[in-house]
């Protein structure tokens, strides 16, 4: 079936730094696709999300690119906090199916 | 609004219990989804709901069923407990519009089943 990946399972980064978290798809008919960042003991919080019609999207302290050509995704986060250090989660959605990938943990170091 | 509420938070069962996950949202959305999430793993679609009374398969149905008699409400039933069932169960809602898709999660439902 169809399915989400990611590039990188865990991500260390120092505070203050930016962090790149990384996800590829496959579904080339998905025309939305979210980030989530989900705490230990929490279910998932929205971060940011994109259509495909999109291929960069800012919010506060985060940026999603889109590379529809290559099917990838990426979350960028500017100045790395330690609240940041959680699991994130892309997701690819395609008329009422939402598929996830994996998930980064990201680790943010002192 | 109280967002997405699930109950119970934990559970345990043994092997051929049965249990209803109970999930409400306040938020008048139409969509409803249930996912399961396995220890360091992505979530998986189990069932989802575009209204009162009409539910569809998600990618990991066996094993579950679910209903949705009013907008509020989506109860996921596990008749048959089995331990491939221990996981964390997510609820969501969305309110589907011309541009907006996002899901709203509840806290999850630990299930544990000996």
Same mark, same amino acid.
């Given at each position: ?110 | ?45 189990? /069932? ?6 009409? &539910?569809? %398969? ?9 209903? *949705?008699? =009013? ?17 964390? /169960? ?6 589907? &519009?011309? %541009? ?9 439902? *630990?299930? =544990?089943?000996?």
């Amino acid at each position: 079936g169809e399915s989400v990946g990611l590039h990188l399972p865990t991500l260390s980064v120092q505070e203050g730094d930016n962090s790149i978290i990384n996800c590829a798809y496959s579904n080339s008919a998905s025309d939305y696709f979210i980030w989530y960042k989900q705490e230990s003991g929490k279910g998932p919080q929205f971060i940011i999300d994109i259509r495909s019609n999109m291929d960069k999207r800012q919010g506060q302290r985060v940026t999603v690119l889109l590379n529809k050509t290559v099917k990838h995704l990426s979350l960028q986060i500017a100045a790395t906090q330690p609240g940041d250090s959680a699991v994130y989660f892309c997701a690819e959605s395609y008329g009422q199916n939402f598929v996830f990938g994996p998930g980064t943990r990201l680790s943010v170091l002192p | 609004n109280a967002g997405v509420t699930q109950t119970p938070k934990f559970r345990i069962l043994k092997i051929g219990q049965s249990m209803t996950l109970q999930c409400t949202q306040d938020m008048n959305h139409n969509y409803m989804y249930w996912y399961r999430q396995d220890p360091g793993m992505g979530l998986k679609l189990i /069932y989802y709901s575009v209204g009162a009374g009409i &539910t569809d %398969k998600g990618e990991v149905p066996n094993g579950y069923n679910v209903s *949705r008699s =009013t907008t509020e409400d989506f109860p996921l039933r596990l008749e048959l407990a089995a331990p491939s069932q221990t996981s964390v /169960y997510f609820c969501a809602s969305s309110s589907k &519009t011309g %541009k907006d898709n996002e899901q709203f999660f509840g806290p999850g439902t *630990r299930l =544990t089943v000996l």
